[in-house]
């Protein structure tokens, strides 16, 4: 992850990004991401788009490129600095968005989008140090033992007494010894926009079995 965006919002009505603070009685409480860091309340009535929830659409329509890893591919590429503006022409714009994703969708992203995008790069990379992904230890293979692997001498092989054949056990059927997989159900992880699908209550480990009807003996 280049830049942590859980906290910055972009908020209608007002210019710029801001790093949320807290919740108002009446709206969010904000702080003005730039040198000045004002802090006010966005009224209630202001949408407020968190910039870790937004996503670019691509060509496929099952498969969108969060803000996150768009960041990342213009820093790998462009370095801090984004080399155009939300003033800059629209092939210019055009040409930058299509160098990190090529295929970004061209009927459903707007140049305005793509003006929103350079934006906010060029605040986020001058307000947020970039934060380089921790690289994973490389482990090394266990090391076998020598005896596990190789076959026995031939002398030691001659000399072992045989082994009597062990009786044969008798074979079970497969319904006593086999048994069904449970269905365990999967948790979205807090996807957004995505619904849970209705959980039976086969598939559902926590369904409580009806209770069995008891009989009364006749008098």
Request: charged residues 25%; aromatic residues 6%; hydrophobic residues 35%.
């Amino acid at each position: 992850m280049p830049y942590e965006l859980q906290e910055l919002a972009a908020i209608s009505g007002m210019p710029g990004l801001y790093r949320l603070v807290r919740a108002a009685r009446h709206g969010v409480l904000v702080e003005s991401l730039d040198e000045k860091a004002t802090r006010t309340l966005a009224p209630a009535r202001n949408k407020v788009s968190l910039l870790s929830e937004i996503s670019i659409y691509t060509q496929d329509p099952d498969q969108t490129v969060p803000l996150t890893e768009v960041f990342e591919r213009i820093y790998q590429k462009h370095g801090a600095a984004s080399p155009v503006t939300s003033k800059s022409s629209e092939g210019e714009l055009t040409d930058f968005l299509a160098g990190v994703i090529p295929d970004y969708d061209r009927d459903r992203v707007y140049l305005s989008d793509i003006k929103k995008l350079a934006n906010w790069y060029g605040i986020v990379s001058k307000h947020r140090p970039y934060q380089a992904a921790a690289e994973a230890p490389a482990t090394e293979a266990p090391a076998t033992e020598a005896s596990a692997t190789e076959a026995p001498a031939p002398e030691a092989a001659a000399e072992a007494p045989a082994a009597k054949p062990a009786p044969k056990a008798k074979r079970k059927s497969a319904k006593a010894t086999e048994e069904p997989a449970a269905n365990e159900p999967l948790s979205t992880g807090g996807v957004i926009g995505e619904t849970d699908a209705a959980s039976t209550a086969e598939g559902n480990p926590e369904a409580v079995a009806p209770a069995k009807k008891s009989r009364k003996k006749a008098e």
